[in-house]
């Protein structure tokens, strides 16, 4: 069954206490946390201490995408804040090994994310390294856009760069999954989903989750 990770972008940010336990309380397994500059995505979204105060509340791993640049000055940030994955994009990090090696070195999980645009190739050379990668279907910013159907392609290519290289590597997509379109990425080889608007927006975001860990 593939790891569901709900976007919390897209929960009621007046509830998000409720929000988070309505996961707690559902069969996702991660909740993912997009952090936003303004400035590599176009959109500023929570920051630190949100995140800190969610993850009290918390009873699954939080799942942190940092859609930010610079990212290697909030690593430690992110350990204090309760993360237990931490995904920082390619086209951020000038060295991105050393970014790795520093996320790795706080004890969490690290992942790499690639927006739409981004070859899978450039990742040869550190996918070994790598515990997930995180294929972005729309561009960053903002929640409720539409799927970009080339990223089922993205992960193939993705799947077999991880086979042929033997690696323990996690695929992840985000932006556009709903039950169409993660049953393709899961038949591509996918092993994670992120779902923000098709949750939360959803009557019945619990059935909604079950639905997508069925997939």
């Given at each position: 069954m593939?790891i569901?990770s709900?976007?919390?972008?897209?929960?009621?940010?007046?509830n998000?206490?409720?929000?988070?336990?309505?996961?707690?309380n559902?069969?996702?397994?991660w909740?993912?946390?997009?952090?936003?500059d303004?400035?590599f995505?176009?959109?500023?979204s929570f920051?630190f201490?949100?995140?800190?105060?969610?993850?009290?509340?918390?009873?699954?791993?939080?799942?942190?995408?940092l859609?930010i640049?610079?990212?290697?000055?909030?690593i430690?940030h992110?350990?204090e804040?309760?993360?237990?994955?931490?995904?920082?994009?390619?086209?951020?990090?000038?060295h991105?090994h050393?970014t790795?090696?520093?996320?790795?070195?706080?004890g969490?999980?690290a992942?790499v994310?690639?927006?739409?645009?981004?070859?899978v190739?450039?990742l040869?050379?550190?996918?070994?390294?790598?515990?997930?990668?995180l294929?972005?279907?729309?561009?960053p910013g903002?929640g409720g856009?539409?799927?970009?159907t080339?990223?089922?392609n993205?992960?193939?290519?993705?799947?077999?760069?991880?086979v042929?290289?033997n690696?323990?590597t996690?695929i992840?997509v985000?932006g556009?999954?709903n039950?169409?379109?993660g049953k393709?990425?899961?038949?591509?080889g996918?092993?994670?989903?992120?779902?923000?608007?098709y949750?939360f927006?959803s009557?019945?975001?619990v059935?909604?989750i079950?639905?997508?860990?069925?997939?």
């Open positions: 593939p569901i709900p976007s919390v972008l897209a929960c009621d940010f007046a998000v206490q409720r929000d988070v336990e309505m996961i707690n559902s069969n996702a397994d909740f993912h946390i997009d952090i936003m303004g400035v995505a176009p959109n500023i920051g201490p949100v995140m800190k105060a969610m993850a009290k509340h918390a009873t699954k791993p939080l799942d942190v995408h859609m640049v610079n990212p290697d000055q909030y430690t992110c350990k804040a309760g993360a237990e994955w931490v995904t920082v994009h390619y086209e951020a990090c000038t991105l050393r790795i090696q520093a996320i790795k070195a706080q969490m999980k992942g994310a690639l927006n739409p645009h981004t070859p190739s450039v040869e050379d550190i996918i070994i390294d790598l515990d997930l990668v294929i972005m279907s729309v561009n903002f856009q539409s799927f970009i080339n990223a089922i993205k992960v193939y290519k993705l799947k077999a760069l991880i042929a290289a690696a323990p996690l992840e985000d556009g999954v039950d169409q379109t393709q990425l899961i038949d591509a996918a092993d994670a989903l992120v779902a923000g608007s949750v927006k009557d019945d975001p059935a909604t079950d639905i997508l860990k069925g997939l």
